[in-house]
Each structure stands twice: as structure tokens, then as C-alpha cells.
């Protein structure tokens, strides 16, 4: 690889702070960002990087963090990413009366639902 012969290496579709988290998991307290989101974030940096443990331990973290709020992004993460756990319990989540019709009038949602795969 090019890369090994450069003294850097600029990364620049990563936030600094989700880099460093990839490489050491510290305590992930950015006030700017809430964690769900850090750690969506974090699931994508690991899978892109090949890190298949910290991929798991996300989708891990997100599969029990799946709510009203989450659901939509979690459940097209899951599907970018080939989470399929995470899948299985967002769809879950969304299947359930209460949470359908909720869901239904959010327009990022029923795009999502377009998407055959998820058909």
C-alpha cells in the first residue's frame, strides 16, 4: 500500500474523537454527541477498518439502546453494515402496534421501508 511508505496518514471521513475511541474504547462522554451516536459512529469506523470484535460489542450496545429515538438510524446502520442482530431487534421494535404507528409518520422511517431488502 501506498500508505506504508508515508510518513501520514490523513483520515478525514472520521472524527478525530470516534478514531481514538476505535483504537482505545475509552469512557466516550462527548457532550456534543450523545452515545448511541458515538457508538453508530464507532460501528461504522470498525467495520470499515475491519475490527470485527468492536463491531460486535456496538452492535451489542446499540441492540440493547434500541428506542423510539434510535430505531430508524439503528435500523439503517444494521442494514449498511450488515448487522443482522441489530436488524432483527430494530425490525422488532418497529413491528410492535404502539411503536408502528408511530413510526409510520416519520418520513426517514418510511423511506427506510422502501428499501427491498427490508421489504
Known sequence: MAESKME????????????????SLPDMSDDD???????QL???AADRYAMDGLKMICEEVLRRNVSMDTVVSSLALAEEHSCSLLKDVC?????????????????E?????????LL
Not at 501520514?8 to 483504537?23: E, G, R, V, Y
Not at 425490525?91 to 418520513?107: C, E, M
Not at 422511517?109 to 431488502?117: A, F, P
Open 42 to 44: 464507532l460501528l461504522k
Open 109 to 117: 422511517y418510511v423511506e427506510l421501508m422502501h428499501c427491498n431488502s
Open 8 to 23: 501520514s496518514i490523513q483520515i478525514k471521513d472520521i472524527k478525530p474523537a470516534i478514531f481514538k475511541a476505535m483504537l
Open 91 to 107: 425490525l422488532d421494535f418497529a413491528s410492535k402496534p404502539k411503536n408502528l404507528i408511530q413510526l409510520a409518520l416519520n418520513a
Open 33 to 39: 454527541i450523545p452515545i448511541v451516536t458515538q457508538v
